[in-house]
């Protein structure tokens, strides 16, 4: 079945896009939840190809759980909040893609995740999952921090753990560096023996499987392996740093989104988890609420 859309009262849909994947779904009016999809990683840094790719095919899987057909995305309004499009040409990219819908409206994930975090509202919020980046909005004022893409920048994030993990393995085995499980725990992951072994899977690899080796450090330090614990406690002061820089600009909220939000926050200082808030609205929705804000202000 198609769907009948009017100018008072078309369909959106939010679209999250990131290192690891890219999630779209489509809001009623009421912020009824009506199809949701998931596909691939969707940051332009890492190929705009791929970042279209997943847009497309979250999109149609969506369309497909909402019971409505392909042909009807030309019919849906757009909100991407997208990792990499902070970068000034890849955000010109973006903007002007022959896209599929009726409009899109383009901005950071960042910005989407904080709207959705905080209903709309004033507030903060930190991503840790593949990368890392912070971002405030009170009144006027905004701080974009991090972002900067892996490997240059995500500190904190999963894929920067994962990196620093395998770069004290090699040290390990080449008897260049203190002995750690870490060792055995990626040998096993990869099911190899040797020091070359490891540079064979991870040699030009994404952020996102770097990242798939978080779990293995974060265990690892909660195992009280200290060359673990020295990464994950390096990790968590930069993201404690993060929050206290986005605190400078008096927040009324403060949230943590991503897959290392919660086994992080042992880690972080005392006086940024007393003031973690729960997440309202996810990060699609922010992006869904970004374009009605955009396609309102446009009417």
């Not at 975090?117 to 593949?130: C, L, Q, R, Y």
């Not at 240059?152 to 990196?163: P, Q």
């Not at 030009?204 to 009280?224: I, N, W």
């Not at 729960?278 to 374009?291: F, L, N, R």
């Amino acid at each position: 079945m198609g769907f009948n859309q009017t100018k008072e009262a078309p369909l959106f849909i939010g679209i999250d896009g990131g290192g690891s994947k890219c999630r779209a779904t489509i809001y009623a009016s009421d912020d009824r939840v009506l199809g949701t999809g998931v596909a691939g990683r969707a940051n332009p840094l890492f190929g705009l190809s791929q970042t279209f790719e997943s847009i497309k095919l979250s999109t149609q899987l969506a369309l497909e759980d909402a019971g409505l057909q392909a042909s009807d995305s030309g019919q849906l309004v757009a909100g991407l909040g997208l990792a990499g499009v902070n970068v000034p040409h890849l955000y010109q990219e973006l903007v002007k893609w022959q896209h599929p819908f009726a409009n899109i409206f383009v901005t950071t994930d960042l910005h989407t995740a904080c709207i959705g975090a905080h209903h709309g509202s004033d507030g903060a919020v930190i991503i840790t999952g593949t990368g890392s980046c912070g971002y405030v909005h009170v009144a006027e004022k905004s701080l974009s921090l991090g972002g900067h893409g892996f490997p240059l920048g995500d500190k904190g994030s999963g894929a920067w753990l994962g990196l620093k993990a395998a770069e004290q393995v090699l040290l390990d085995l080449d008897g260049f560096g203190p002995k750690t499980q870490l060792t055995e725990r990626l040998k096993n992951h990869f099911q190899i023996t040797d020091a070359m072994g490891i540079v064979e899977q991870l040699a030009g690899k994404s952020s996102s499987c770097y990242a798939t080796l978080a779990r293995l450090v974060l265990e690892s330090a909660t195992e009280q392996d200290e060359v673990a614990k020295s990464i994950v406690v390096e990790g968590a002061a930069y993201i404690s740093e993060l929050a206290k820089k986005l605190f400078s600009l008096h927040p009324p909220r403060f949230s943590m989104i991503g897959g290392l939000a919660e086994p992080l926050a042992p880690w972080l200082d005392k006086d940024v988890v007393a003031r973690i808030s729960p997440v309202i609205a996810p990060p699609e929705m922010g992006a869904a609420y970004y374009a009605r804000q955009c396609y309102a202000a446009a009417d």
